[in-house]
């Protein structure tokens, strides 16, 4: 993909998510039941950040721990509905983006991705933000992922209407991205999506030096093949001591 399509899709993953924050957010108000593995690898007093945080519903999964949370996202809106839903002195939200992250290197025992790296265009952009992840965490600190799987039935429409526009010339995009339309409040948004298989995550992972300790595809939370319509991707990196 060129840079300049890069920048444009970056922009615009930001605008869509301003344009439909208030309804996303209403869409998201408790953690997917798979991000419970998330707290087998965070103890009290772990520094946590939240990349792409959203409306902050991920800081529900650690109710009775005093972690400092860090919430990071493109889009002030969903922020704002973070900072009015999460009132914790140790809980702490800013924009920024993940492919320069604002904080200094080594500074979190863990750090969360869920359902943003694949909002990322192009697989340079992708690589440095894993590289971006690896280098705020501690060595041996934890990268928790999950992304959404979008081989199934439900999608196969718009992949292949994806597909076929660039095999014609007809689309800036990469093979394997689309764009899904969002079926809230405002029909109109098209939200950029990369179609990652569980391979690619891996070796995306591995090239930002981060060692890939499990993954697997989850359906109601649970492990599942991709062939049993696997709602998500689960993916446990560790960056290396």
Not at 72 to 97: C, I, P, Q, W, Y
Not at 105 to 133: C, I, K, N, T
Not at 188 to 211: H, K
Request: glycine share 10%; charged share 30%.
């Amino acid at each position: 993909m060129r840079e300049e399509t890069a920048k444009k899709i970056l922009d615009k993953v930001r605008g869509d998510y301003d344009a439909i924050a208030a309804d996303f957010s209403a869409t998201r108000n408790r953690p997917w039941p798979e991000m419970d593995r998330f707290k087998e690898f965070i103890k009290t007093g772990d520094r946590v950040l939240d990349i792409g945080c959203g409306n902050g519903r991920a800081y529900q999964l650690f109710t009775g721990l005093a972690i400092e949370y860090e919430g990071l996202d493109v889009s002030e809106k969903l922020l704002d509905l973070a900072r009015a839903t999460v009132r914790d002195m140790l809980a702490n939200f800013r924009v920024g983006t993940m492919l320069a992250l604002p904080y200094d290197s080594g500074e979190f025992d863990a750090a969360l991705a869920v359902a943003v790296l694949h909002h990322v265009p192009s697989a340079r952009y992708r690589l440095q933000a894993l590289r971006e992840a690896g280098r705020v965490l501690k060595p041996g600190g934890w990268l928790l992922m999950v992304n959404w799987n979008l081989w199934k039935p439900r999608y196969f429409r718009d992949l292949s209407r994806a597909m076929f526009k660039k095999l014609v010339g007809a689309s800036d995009l990469d093979f394997r991205d689309v764009l899904i339309p969002w079926n809230g409040g405002s029909s109109s948004v098209q939200r950029y999506c990369r179609a990652f298989t569980g391979r690619e995550l891996r070796g995306l992972c591995r090239q930002a030096g981060l060692e890939v300790v499990e993954q697997y595809y989850t359906s109601k939370g649970k492990s599942a093949g991709w062939w049993q319509g696997g709602e998500n991707i689960l993916t446990i990196c560790r960056k290396k001591e």
